[in-house]
């Protein structure tokens, strides 16, 4: 019913910069919580950043200065842009969104496919 596909991963060199993108598609009434999350090799998925339909955003500890979360309404994308990379970034980076169909009374939690993000030293 709901589609997410994400893009803008790649490799980069530490201190660098990247941008995620995240769009959805299909039968959307609303949207209300977006999120980052990613998943680094032998650790559990990790919350990185969310933003709330009144677009007020949280950051995990580790990322808080360097990313910032946004959202556009119009187009059902959120972007994750991330300044000053670490090695310890690299992960693949999954999207999330709640989001209420057309028709219905019920929010569901849609994932992205993920896109991998690497920062070399």
């Known amino acids: 019913q709901v589609q997410l596909v994400e893009s803008g991963g790649g490799l980069v060199q530490a201190g660098g910069s990247l941008r995620l993108s995240c769009a959805a598609s299909?039968?959307?009434?609303?949207?209300?919580?977006m999120d980052w999350y990613r998943q680094a090799p032998g650790k559990q998925r990790e919350l990185v950043a969310t933003?709330?339909?009144?677009?007020?955003?949280n950051y995990a500890d580790s990322v808080k200065g360097r990313f910032i979360i946004s959202r556009d309404n119009a187009k059902n994308t959120v972007y994750l842009q991330m300044n000053s990379l670490k090695p310890e970034d690299t992960a693949v980076y999954y999207c999330?969104?709640?989001?209420?169909?057309?028709?219905?009374?019920?929010?569901?939690?849609?994932w992205g496919q993920g896109t991998q993000v690497t920062v070399s030293s």
């Open positions: 299909g039968s959307i009434g609303s949207i209300n919580a």
């Open positions: 933003i709330t339909s009144g677009r007020s955003t």
């Open positions: 999330k969104m709640v989001v209420v169909t057309t028709g219905s009374v019920y929010q569901y939690q849609y």
